[in-house]
């Protein structure tokens, strides 16, 4: 059975960090490109970042970039989000997603807050 | 970038048809899949590739996709099928998401 596990949300100040963790399993792990999915509250779902299987390509959406940095560690089936300089914006419920051009599975999400 | 519109709302009686419209400019050449979410739930995927059922999705859900437009459509709509549903396509490496549907059944 797939089982995808984030963990690491919470409050933080405005400027703060914050680093997400997705546990992985019930899958080959490092065959998966892996995504990062954020949605606000109320909102509709947004892609934040992805990497290859192997970790040597990573891409981010415009709104994040230079903020947050995606990696994983295929060892410990585990993918990482960095969430640096946090903004009021980033407040979201935090999605892992394995797969290529769409994603058969999905996390239950970790929810960050970004608020004073 | 590519975007992806969709109905804010589409109303469905019980037992009838609902269909759910997902625009993009030339999105018939692109590969596009549906997902349902229902309120503090992680989205499902209902139909991937256009068309194609994963396993455990009721037959009632069908896909289509030409042109400027692609179709999520529910036959013989349930209560259990009110949620919201997204369209998604691959571009440029990444997720487009589509602006999402809530879909009430009356």
């Known amino acids: 059975e797939v089982q995808l596990v984030e963990s690491g949300g919470g409050l933080v100040q405005p400027g703060g960090s914050l680093r997400l963790s997705c546990a992985a399993s019930?899958?080959?792990?490092?065959?998966?490109?892996m995504h990062w999915v954020r949605q606000a509250p109320g909102k509709g779902l947004v892609w934040v970042s992805r990497?290859?299987?192997?970790?040597?390509?990573?891409s981010y959406a415009d709104s994040v970039k230079g903020r947050f940095t995606i990696s994983r560690d295929n060892a410990k089936n585990t993918l990482y989000l960095q969430m640096n300089s946090l903004r009021a914006e980033d407040t979201a419920v935090y999605y892992c997603?394995?797969?290529?051009?769409?994603?058969?599975?999905w996390g239950q999400g970790t929810l960050v807050t970004v608020s004073s | 970038s590519y975007e992806l519109t969709q109905p804010l709302s589409v109303s469905v009686a019980l037992g009838q048809t609902a269909r759910i419209t997902c625009g993009g400019n030339?999105?018939?050449?692109?590969?596009v899949h549906w997902y349902q979410q229902k309120p503090g739930q992680a989205p499902v995927l209902v139909i991937y590739?256009?068309?194609n059922r994963p396993s455990g999705i009721p037959e009632r859900f069908s896909g289509s996709n030409s042109g400027n437009t692609a179709t999520l459509t529910i036959s013989r709509a349930q209560a259990g099928d009110e949620a919201d549903y997204y369209c998604?396509?691959?571009?440029?490496?990444?997720?487009?998401f589509g602006t999402g549907t809530k879909v009430t059944v009356l």
């Open positions: 997603a394995p797969g290529r051009e769409y994603s058969g599975y």
């Open positions: 998604q396509v691959w571009d440029s490496s990444a997720y487009v």
């Open positions: 990497i290859n299987s192997d970790g040597s390509s990573t």
């Open positions: 590739r256009d068309s």
């Open positions: 030339n999105i018939g050449s692109k590969n």
């Open positions: 019930g899958f080959t792990f490092s065959s998966y490109w």
